[in-house]
Structure formats: C-alpha cells, structure tokens
C-alpha cells in the first residue's frame, strides 16, 4: 500500500532555475495539500485542493503554482526558484476536507537552492 | 485565529521514565486536534486525535493525550519512554470550515537517553 508518494526525495537548484515536485496518492483521497517545513516554524500550509479542478491558497503561498488535473495527482511547482524557498516540502491527503480527518503525509522533499 | 503553542522545543528523559510535551491551542470552537510524530528523514505519522468526543484520547505505541477545554491544553504523555520514541512532535488544530487546513505548532524534539 504506497499511500502518498513524492518524487523526487532531494533536489539542488539554482537561483531562477523552475522545476516541479510530484505527489501522487493511491487512496482515491479527494483533499490534498503541500506543506513546507522550515526549522523551528513547524509547517506551513501552501496550497491545497478539495478536488479535482479545485485549488487554493495556503498560508504561504507566493512562488509556487499548484494544478489538480487528476484525485491522484498534485504537482507543485517553483517557476523562479529562489534561496528562500530551500526547505523540506511535504505533500499530504486526507479522505475530504472534514476538519476532523487525519491527514496522511509523504516522506518529503528536500529541495536546496543556490 | 486558530493557533497551536508547543511549549517546549526540546525534552530530554531517560529510557523507562514519563514523557510529557506540552501543547496550548488557541480556537473560538470545539476544535479538532492531533500530535503527530516524525522521525529523521521520514514524513508525519498521526499519534492520535481528539475530536470532541473522549476527552482522553489513546494513541498508538502507548501514547495519549488529554483535552483540557478550561487550559486550552492538549498534552501528549507516555508512561515510559522507549529509544525508539526519540523524534520530532508536532501538535495540530483544525481550521473550521476550511476543510482540512492543520495549524501546527513549532514541533518539540524528543531525545531519549539510554
């Protein structure tokens, strides 16, 4: 049972460079979520979606784009990365969006930037 | 606003003696909480969750945690400590009405010595 993968595990960019951080969930889990943690600050929500075709702002949202073409799938992307953006990115997802579910996370990805 | 306390960044206990990390939450409603745990490298795990239900609230490897409405409090505690409780803990509330948006406090390391 994968549950929620992310891909890839560690990255290295540099400054303005973009790329795309993929999660996929094999739990026909409608709620999705990316979250990034930064010593000290816990996590923080950046985006997420209810559902396919539907997305929304987190807490820290600027610098990164997000699409929910698919349940499974909930690509992140950095269009001009930048050295503030280094952290552990977390994707996450819960079966809805009731406050009470458990959310169920990724192994992360550890992404530097130059 | 929602907001989530953990009151200590760092424990240290011996093996075999109590645990407790502390958590205070902020909410203008019966909020939902949860602790996760994280250990090196790996993503969140959920420990247990409080859902206006049993004020006690049993998680899995022995841990529970008590939800206190008159201190706003939320603390999480294991009668002995094992090695392999040494991570990080992070304690979650729910946004109302936003679905599954966690607020997380800063995350308490647990060090556990022989």
């Known amino acids: 049972n994968a549950g929620v993968t992310q891909t890839p595990k560690f990255q290295v960019l540099k400054t303005g460079q973009s790329m795309t951080l993929q999660c996929a969930q094999d739990m026909n889990h409608e709620y999705m979520s990316w979250y990034r943690q930064d010593p000290g600050m816990g996590l923080r929500l950046i985006h997420y979606?209810?559902?396919?075709?539907?997305?929304d702002q987190g807490e820290v949202p600027n610098g990164y784009n997000v699409s929910r073409s698919t349940t499974e799938d909930f690509p992140l992307r950095l269009l001009s990365a930048a050295p503030s953006q280094t952290s552990v990115y977390f994707c996450?997802?819960?079966?809805?969006?009731?406050?009470?579910?458990?959310?169920?996370f990724g192994d992360g990805t550890r992404l530097s930037i130059l | 606003a929602q907001s989530v306390t953990q009151l200590d960044s760092h424990v240290s206990v011996s093996e075999g003696t109590p645990v407790l990390l502390r958590c205070n939450y902020s909410?203008?409603?019966?909020?939902?909480l949860f602790w996760y745990v994280q250990h090196p490298n790996k993503g969140l795990q959920l420990l247990l969750k409080y859902t206006s239900a049993a004020t006690l609230v049993k998680g899995i490897n022995g841990f529970e945690a008590e939800f206190k409405k008159s201190e706003t409090s939320f603390h999480l505690t294991k009668p002995s400590a094992h090695m392999s409780d040494a991570a990080e803990y992070f304690c979650a509330v729910t946004v109302r009405n936003q679905g599954g948006k966690l607020i997380f406090g800063q995350g308490t390391e647990l060090s556990v010595k022989p």
């Open positions: 909410s203008s409603y019966s909020p939902s």
């Open positions: 979606s209810v559902g396919a075709g539907i997305t």
């Open positions: 996450a997802s819960s079966q809805t969006g009731v406050s009470n579910q458990p959310q169920h």
